[in-house]
């Protein structure tokens, strides 16, 4: 069984569409995650989610809304698409009792390519 | 404020050859050191983590690290790379407060030549 699964894998848009990532974690976790990685792969956090509360938020567009039904599950809608977010979008979850120095558990990624 | 910093890209080794990718970092107090590798169209995955204790850390895949708060650095090493190790090497410190926050450093990419 993947322990952090992420669907669609791929996913091409027009401009100014809405879209969703799902993701969800087998591990019992507590703290869930997502990151983006840009096109010259740099790695950036975005949300973090700790049973269900949102505990990081980055200087994320309000177009970016993360929503997580219960602990297992974290999800990211994007609305009105822009060419700039285009990336792979990670999700990634840890245990949640020391998140500081936890090991994450990523996801495979989510190619979005905005056109 | 934490940061990280690879200075190499991309290295090109050839199979069997030894290995190191350098990692600085600028962290506050005693940091928390982490390498994730990331293979082709794949998620992270952790390799090694240095928290405190022994400076010279072992990790999965045959990899090692060695943490010397001097030069403030953590750089990866293996001894005998394989094809299989080609892919994009992470180096991460942990932002501050408990949120699980990571600061990665740019990446570098491994080649493997036969």
């Known amino acids: 069984d993947t322990a952090v699964s992420q669907t669609p894998k791929y996913l091409v848009t027009q401009m100014g569409n809405d879209k969703s990532i799902k993701c969800e974690q087998n591990?019992?976790?507590?703290?869930m995650y997502w990151y983006k990685q840009d096109s010259k792969k740099f790695l950036k956090i975005m949300f973090s989610?700790?049973?269900?509360?949102?505990?990081i938020n980055e200087t994320v567009p309000n177009r970016f809304s993360p929503k997580s039904p219960d602990k297992a599950h974290l999800n990211l809608h994007i609305n009105s698409l822009e060419l700039g977010d285009s990336a792979v979008y990670f999700c990634?979850?840890?245990?949640?009792?020391?998140?500081?120095?936890?090991?994450?558990?990523f996801g495979p990624g989510t190619r979005l390519l905005v056109l | 404020a934490q940061s990280v910093t690879q200075p190499d890209i991309h290295i090109t080794v050839s199979e069997g050859a030894s290995l190191e990718l350098r990692c600085n970092y600028s962290?506050?107090?005693?940091?928390?050191l982490f390498w994730y590798v990331q293979s082709p169209g794949q998620g992270l995955q952790l390799l090694l983590k240095?928290?405190?204790?022994?400076?010279l850390v072992q990790g999965i895949k045959g990899f090692e690290a060695e943490f010397k708060r001097s030069q403030s650095s953590f750089n990866l090493r293996k001894p005998s790379v394989h094809w299989s190790d080609a892919a994009e090497y992470f180096c991460?410190?942990?932002?501050?407060?408990?949120?699980?926050?990571?600061?990665f450093g740019q990446g570098t990419t491994l080649q493997v030549k036969p």
């Open positions: 962290y506050g107090a005693t940091p928390y």
């Open positions: 240095y928290f405190s204790g022994d400076t």
């Open positions: 990634a979850s840890s245990l949640g009792g020391q998140r500081g120095v936890e090991t994450q558990y």
């Open positions: 989610y700790n049973n269900k509360e949102l505990i």
């Open positions: 591990l019992g976790h507590d703290t």
């Open positions: 991460a410190v942990p932002g501050s407060g408990n949120t699980g926050k990571l600061i």
